[in-house]
């Protein structure tokens, strides 16, 4: 799905960065996100604030990826030395290689995506066996109070519970290693089995 004019602007201004920077991030880092030399996807990269981020891991690769080609492009401004951007649906990552990734990282794209199953299922695909899913979403409730206040209109299929969520990751072959939870918004870290 595509952002909306105003929900483009909220996911690239100076409060959303410090967000990332200050909340969402350090609890990733809390739940295990750490190991340096690792080969990194980001769905939905955004406007690549989130690689600048991963950089701080030293990763041994960085991809993201991202539905618009107008976050890519901003991403891409960034000239960070290691990192690729690609347009690309996470609905299908034929690009990537079965296995081929340590790492992926979700900072908040899967209540966008009708189709959000079809990500999970390609996350669990792409990492290696014991490779780490580092997820943060809202829940379906936040995002309907969301949608009563500013017109983002997400779409229907794409809003969930904390217990949908973990439900579905788990049906796909994750275990769960650590949740951490604030104002209906859940971080997870899960792990290939």
């Not at 080609?69 to 401004?77: K, S, V, Y």
């Not at 009708?114 to 899913?133: F, T, Y």
């Not at 995002?143 to 997400?154: G, K, M, S, T």
């Amino acid at each position: 799905m595509r952002l909306t004019d105003s929900e483009f602007r909220g996911m690239n201004n100076a409060v959303r960065r410090f967000f990332q920077r200050r909340v969402e991030y350090p609890v990733f880092r809390w739940l295990g996100l750490k190991q340096t030399k690792q080969d990194i996807l980001e769905v939905g990269c955004g406007s690549g604030y989130g690689a600048v981020l991963l950089m701080r891991i030293e990763p041994n690769s960085y991809v993201g990826i991202d539905l618009m080609p107008e976050m890519i492009e901003l991403a891409n401004r960034r000239n960070l030395p290691i990192a690729e951007f690609l347009v690309m649906d996470a609905t299908d990552l034929s690009h990537f290689n079965d296995a081929g990734k340590d790492v992926v990282v979700v900072f908040g794209i899967l209540h966008h995506i009708p189709n959000w199953r079809d990500v999970i299922c390609e996350c669990h695909r792409v990492l290696r066996p014991g490779g780490k899913l580092f997820l943060e979403e809202p829940t379906a409730r936040v995002l309907r109070i969301w949608d009563a206040v500013f017109p983002w209109n997400h779409p229907k299929e794409a809003l969930f519970s904390r217990k949908e969520l973990e439900k579905q990751v788990k049906s796909v072959g994750f275990s769960l290693t650590g949740r951490r939870g604030l104002l209906g918004f859940w971080s997870f870290c899960f792990t290939k089995g």
